[in-house]
């Protein structure tokens, strides 16, 4: 009958056996904590912004021995890299104590980010010193297997088992599969665009590893907050690959398709951006390139073939980006070739 909500912000609190073995491993243990309750909808956790504190405890032993020395607890350190850097500074410190012949004492450190420095802030060498006491007023809350069977049971796909598929079955590199797996709302939208594109899953790999993510990180948003849905992405990758846009078109189309809200095909008939298809009028337009640059036109003759992205960049001035840039290439070789 305690209602919770009423008391603030709820607070939970995770401890590890010690099992980690360096400062790397601490940073990957939080990298992985961070990306899988960020995953599951329990918190944003952003550690910067206080959803998110490390208190690390780091104690060190002789190589081959089992035993640990007294440990130090490095406290409410709000940062991935400053508790990597910390449990650095901390092992080394108590490296050289006991190798010039001093005793760890069991003290709290306090990191200072801006100094990367830590300093002793109180000791606790027993149980009392934590102030620890149960509190009487509240029960413990035990669950039985069937309940937590059942919670299981209704966890989402996990990241490092749809990083496994994404490599398995859409036959991604492990560098893809794990950005692309990095937040949910990425993972969900990447697999919505595969299956409107019919299952190019490289395809939309590639457009959202570079050109999707650079609009994102632009827009400050992420995956799921984007105008730009999953099928309009997969509309616009198919209107290039089939060569109705060009790749530059394309590429411009995402923000204005996210800026305006309209489809895709809407944006490309209203501004015109469609490839010119017509041979004739393609031909054309690249002779009146020719025709105004005489001097290019006899240095590419001499030799200098270099010149040609030059002249497929004017015509691809001229057309406003529309004309199709292999095509443009044949037909400029054709004409340059002729005396």
Not at 6 to 29: F, I, K
Not at 114 to 122: E, I, N, P, Q
């Amino acid at each position: 009958m305690v209602d919770f909500n009423r008391c603030g912000v709820p607070l939970v609190e995770m401890v590890t056996e010690p099992d980690l073995r360096s400062a790397e491993e601490a940073a990957q243990y939080l990298t992985q904590l961070r990306q899988l309750l960020r995953w599951i909808g329990v918190s944003e956790a952003d550690m910067e912004r206080g959803h998110l504190r490390c208190d690390a405890n780091v104690s060190i032993r002789e190589r081959g021995s089992q035993v640990l020395n007294t440990k130090t607890e490095i406290k409410n350190v709000n940062s991935i890299d400053a508790v990597r850097q910390a449990i650095i500074e901390e092992s080394k410190r108590q490296i050289e104590l006991v190798e010039s012949g001093g005793k760890v004492v069991s003290y709290t450190l306090d990191w200072d980010a801006d100094t990367g420095k830590l300093s002793m802030m109180r000791s606790k060498e027993t149980e009392a010193d934590y102030r620890y006491f149960r509190e009487p007023d509240l029960l413990p809350v035990v669950l039985t297997e069937e309940e937590i069977a059942r919670v299981k049971a209704e966890l989402p796909e996990l990241p490092l088992e749809r990083k496994a598929r994404f490599e398995a079955d859409y036959e991604l590199s492990a560098y893809d599969a794990e950005i692309l797996t990095s937040e949910r709302g990425l993972s969900d939208y990447f697999e919505e665009a595969v299956k409107s594109l019919g299952g190019e899953a490289k395809a939309v790999s590639n457009w959202m590893m570079n050109d999707l993510s650079r609009l994102m990180n632009d827009l400050g948003k992420t995956a799921s907050e984007l105008a730009l849905t999953p099928n309009s992405l997969a509309q616009i990758i198919r209107m290039v690959e089939d060569g109705k846009i060009n790749a530059a078109t394309g590429k411009s189309l995402l923000r204005k398709v996210e800026e305006s809200g309209r489809e895709p095909a809407q944006i490309v008939e209203a501004e015109g951006l469609a490839v010119i298809a017509d041979s004739g009028a393609l031909r054309e337009q690249i002779q009146a390139v020719l025709d105004s640059a005489t001097a290019e036109v006899e240095s590419f003759r001499a030799g200098k073939e270099s010149l040609l992205g030059w002249f497929v960049g004017q015509v691809m001035r001229a057309t406003g980006g529309k004309a199709d840039p292999k095509r443009t290439r044949e037909i400029l070789l054709e004409l340059l070739s002729q005396k």
